[in-house]
Nanobody, 123 residues
């Protein structure tokens, strides 16, 4: 079992930045592919970003590429999502997720999920 706890969400003006953190416990962190997803009101959950076990490979949804950066610190068992240039359409609940499968551009199944953190971007 893996427990994931997100933090760092909040309210920010358009153009601003936030950094989300995801603290993991319960399994060797470096063996997990980590991902971020989001779900806006009335919409399906969508893939945002993914990072491989040792951080060598990263993948992004087209809508966030160039603005968001996913990273991980295996010594701290934590994954991050740095979000710059935020837009109102980025408003959503952001979820951290972990997978035992190798990273593959958001196309893998995720086994563990956090409870989510709200990000609200005002115009």
């Amino acid at each position: 079992q893996v427990q994931l706890v997100e933090s760092g969400g909040g309210l920010v003006q358009a153009g601003g930045s936030l950094r989300l953190s995801c603290a993991a416990s319960g399994r060797t962190f470096r063996s997990l592919t980590m991902g971020w997803f989001r779900q806006a009101p009335g919409k399906e959950r969508e893939f945002v970003a993914e990072i491989s076990w040792i951080g060598g490979n990263t993948y992004y949804a087209g809508s966030v590429k160039g603005r968001f950066t996913i990273s991980r610190d295996n010594a701290k068992n934590t994954a991050y999502l740095q979000m710059n240039g935020l837009k109102p359409e980025d408003t959503a609940v952001y979820y951290c997720a972990a997978s035992t499968r190798a990273a593959w551009g958001g196309r893998i199944a995720y086994d563990y999920w956090g409870q989510g953190t709200q990000v609200t971007v005002s115009s």
